[in-house]
């Protein structure tokens, strides 16, 4: 312990992080929001489909459809994400050309996560009282209206709690993508510390992550809380404390 | 006019149908208020929901100004639902919308432009008497005022029926004579034909002209609400308009009133003489109270006409210290 704080392992540490810190964090930051926004591209309308093809939903799809639907996403949620990374190289190949780089890392990333955010959708749709569906059924308003005017806008602050998990979780996941080349604060961690016993700058940069982590999670549950207007005045202000 | 013929509705329930609605038949004239009143199950929330189809009746037909609703094409139907307004027990309004944007809803289902359709929803408001309330969110409410907005926003859309599923259930006495004062009162200067489904009398009384009685998802008596409720002529009727103490038809029961002076309030009679007697007795009317521990009152007793039984109860009251009691023979309710 006294011989990891001693000064010339600090001074390296703290050089290697001053140049690299910023180019990872932005890389981090970009390869995450990137993934986390595809992701969403592909998850947001299958969440949708999961909660309004249901037997008992506004515009029930065939059981053989939600079937293969639940499936597959059963499938991809169960594939350990450091093996899918593996697995989906020639699909980064074909789509990008190289499966190397950080850009190149949100595509397994994006695979993934949509999945994940199909459910963490589906989970906050759930929670739109039906009653409020089935007024909006009455006053003649159809699936489509329903969808984007009830239950996409009543469901908005649960969303946004669900799109902060999803960030977060899609971080933690890119920090595993140095392995196979990505950029970022994970690849910095592993490289020096995994590969050349480099711990302090691996505690560095993984302090960092935690930071985004922090960042990410308190804008998002502020964000959620101030858009949510079941919440009056007086239990935001209890609800922030 | 609302025509209601010969529906049924079946619900599967573990892999059996559960007839909910059979075979029921009902005419609602225009600008009428007709209410439906029926214990809980018996299928008056299924009755609202089948006159616009938010659930499809399993057979027969609901006609609306000669329109038969179940031979419409989806677009069709949703049209004709923006004729056929709806309020709920839990006001359904959307949380995260304000007020006036709640009212202004279905004008926007319906394509009417946002200026018009704001106009008119705080026209609305004013009628609702919340015209400062446009801003607020239904959070901020109590359920009085939310019934109110849902009740504008019902009205926004101009339509000719007004659906009311148990409206004023989620509300105090006070509160609910006022929104069913607003509702007169909408039917009156609107002409709206209102349909009123409720499990209490009161709101019957308070607003109606002509009711039906749902038992068992049949209906088992309809007319004016004066003929019906002053001389019911079936079980589930009478069950509805005395709730408290019908004169049981069964003629089997002799009445007496016992007279409680002073006993231990703690003793608990009735529940003894079950048990150690085996005897069921009927409350069925009551007015005790306890005062220092003590019980005062009377009570009136139905007990079994069987006359073992019968003169076992008596001689059983009778050994009670501090009750009196006599036989009523001319009881009427």
């Not at chain 1, 940069?205 to 005045?233: E, N, Y």
């Not at chain 2, 409410?141 to 926003?153: H, P, T």
């Not at chain 2, 609107?190 to 109606?208: K, L, N, R």
């Amino acid at each position: 312990m006294h011989s990891l704080l001693s000064s010339p392992q600090l001074a390296e540490a703290l050089d290697v992080l001053s140049r690299t810190a910023l180019t990872d964090i932005w890389e981090t930051f970009y390869s995450t929001v990137l993934a986390t926004f595809f992701a969403y591209v592909i998850g947001l309308p299958l969440g949708i489909l999961l909660v309004t093809g249901e037997k008992n939903g506004i515009r029930p799809l065939p059981g053989a459809v939600m079937q293969i639907l639940n499936v597959i996403i059963n499938l991809l949620r169960s594939v350990p994400f450091l093996i899918l990374m593996i697995m989906v190289i020639p699909l980064s190949r074909a789509i990008l050309g190289t499966s190397i780089g950080t850009l190149a890392t949100t595509i397994p990333l994006v695979v993934a996560a949509f999945p994940f955010v199909a459910r963490l959708v589906e989970s906050s749709l759930r929670e739109v009282d039906a009653g409020v569906i089935e007024a909006a059924l009455s006053m003649g308003a159809s699936p489509m209206q329903v969808v984007l005017k009830v239950i996409l806008p009543e469901s908005l602050p649960s969303l946004i709690s669900g799109a902060t998990i999803a960030l977060t979780t899609i971080l933690g996941y890119g920090a595993m993508a140095g392995i196979i080349g990505g950029g970022g604060l994970g690849r910095t961690a592993i490289n020096y510390g995994y590969y050349r016993y480099k711990y302090l700058i691996m505690l560095g940069a993984v302090v960092l992550l935690v930071i985004m982590v922090q960042i990410f999670q308190s804008v998002g549950t502020r964000l959620a809380i101030k858009c949510d207007k079941r919440i009056t005045q007086k239990t935001r202000r209890k609800r922030r404390s | 006019m609302i025509e209601i013929r010969d529906l049924s509705k079946d619900f599967p329930v573990d892999g059996e149908l559960f007839r909910a609605l059979d075979h029921v038949n009902i005419r609602i004239e225009d600008g009428s208020i007709f209410g439906v009143i029926g214990m809980s199950g018996a299928g008056k929330s299924t009755l609202v929901r089948c006159i616009n189809l938010l659930e499809r009746p399993t057979e027969g037909a609901v006609l609306i100004d000669g329109k038969d609703l179940t031979q419409m094409t989806p677009s069709e139907l949703r049209m004709q639902r923006r004729s056929i307004s709806m309020i709920f027990q839990q006001f359904n309004l959307l949380m995260q919308k304000t007020c006036l944007k709640n009212i202004c809803f279905p004008m926007e289902i319906a394509g009417v432009p946002g200026a018009k359709a704001k106009a008119r929803a705080q026209e609305l408001l004013e009628i609702v008497g919340l015209p400062d309330k446009a801003n607020a969110y239904p959070a901020q409410l109590s359920g009085g005022q939310k019934q109110r907005i849902a009740i504008a926003r019902a009205l926004a859309s101009d339509p000719k029926v007004l659906l009311c599923d148990e409206a004023t259930s989620a509300l105090d006495p006070n509160t609910t004579r006022a929104i069913l004062r607003l509702i007169k009162d909408i039917n009156r200067r609107m002409g709206i034909t209102v349909v009123v489904i409720t499990h209490e009398m009161a709101v019957i009384e308070e607003i109606c002209t002509e009711v039906a009685i749902l038992d068992g998802g049949k209906v088992v008596e309809t007319g004016s609400v004066e003929r019906v409720f002053s001389n019911p002529q079936t079980e589930a009727a009478r069950r509805l308009v005395y709730p408290d103490g019908v004169p049981s038809e069964d003629g089997g029961r002799k009445v007496i009133r016992i007279a409680f002076n002073g006993g231990t309030a703690e003793k608990p009679i009735i529940a003894s003489l079950a048990i150690d007697c085996g005897i069921k007795a009927n409350i069925m009317a009551a007015d005790t109270r306890s005062i220092d521990g003590k019980a005062f009152g009377t009570m009136l007793l139905g007990l079994p006409e069987d006359p073992a039984d019968y003169a076992k109860a008596i001689a059983y009251l009778k050994k009670q210290s501090n009750v009196e009691l006599e036989e009523v023979s001319d009881y009427h309710a």
